[in-house]
């Protein structure tokens, strides 16, 4: 099945630094990857589309200049949290779907990065 | 108006009974049909998917469409203290095949 890596799984970092995420597709190519962000106790919130060879398509209220995505090939994008502050402590998690055996699976997710800014 | 709409929970229910999960969803356009589980502190894992009107069966897990009343339904049977989690519905429709919108999810809690 389709396996998708995150890394790192958690991260502590001063206030003001910038983290990256990384998420690989392991055995299948994704043109496609989305980015989430989840609160404690609360559901998943979709923070982006990743495209890979061009630019993110951001949701509402996300701000692409603190949130850079970067897809440059068709196996990893990754997620810069710049300028970190304390209320960016989330679980930041990735998902992509195998699409080339053109049928429609669900998404398989990232196990996730725990980012705690302090 | 959300997209999927999922009670919350907690569900709970005693070991070796069935569990119910519903999901309401409110674009008639949806087109797949997904459930996920989450663990605590975990990424979610999918579990089944549904495309077509009726039941899907897969071991002690059962989804159930119905795309007349936009719901969709997940069961299991003989729940275990293991299945303890919270279970995520989501859909995604014609208009962007790619874009799954998830429900809030409910928990579900098995008494040993």
């Known amino acids: 099945g389709a396996v998708v890596s995150q890394h790192p799984s958690w991260v502590i970092c001063k206030s003001g630094t910038s983290v990256k995420i990384e998420c690989r597709s392991l055995d299948f190519q994704a043109t496609t990857m989305f980015w989430y962000r989840q609160f404690p106790k609360q559901s998943l919130m979709l923070m982006a589309t990743s495209n890979e060879g061009s630019k993110a398509t951001y949701e509402q209220g996300v701000e692409k200049d603190k949130f850079l995505i970067n897809h440059a090939s068709l196996t990893l994008s990754t997620l810069t949290v710049t300028s970190a502050h304390p209320e960016d402590s989330s679980f930041y998690i990735c998902?992509?779907?195998?699409?080339?055996?053109?049928?429609?699976?669900?998404?398989?997710f990232g196990s996730g990065t725990r980012l705690t800014v302090v | 108006q959300k997209e999927v709409e999922q009670n919350s929970g907690p569900l709970s229910v005693p070991e070796g009974a069935i569990a119910s999960l519903n999901c309401t969803y409110s674009?008639?356009?949806?087109?797949?049909f997904f459930w996920y589980r989450q663990y605590s502190g975990k990424s979610p894992e999918l579990i089944m998917s549904?495309?077509?009107?009726g039941d899907k069966e897969d071991g002690r897990f059962t989804a159930q469409l119905n795309k007349a009343s936009q719901y969709v339904s997940l069961l299991i049977r003989d729940s275990q203290p293991s299945d303890s989690a919270t279970y995520l519905c989501?859909?995604?429709?014609?208009?962007?095949?790619?874009?799954?919108?998830f429900g809030s999810g409910t928990k579900l809690n098995v008494k040993p």
């Open positions: 674009d008639r356009v949806s087109q797949s």
């Open positions: 989501a859909v995604n429709t014609l208009y962007n095949f790619n874009k799954f919108y």
């Open positions: 998902s992509a779907r195998d699409t080339g055996t053109g049928r429609n699976y669900g998404y398989t």
């Open positions: 549904i495309y077509s009107n």
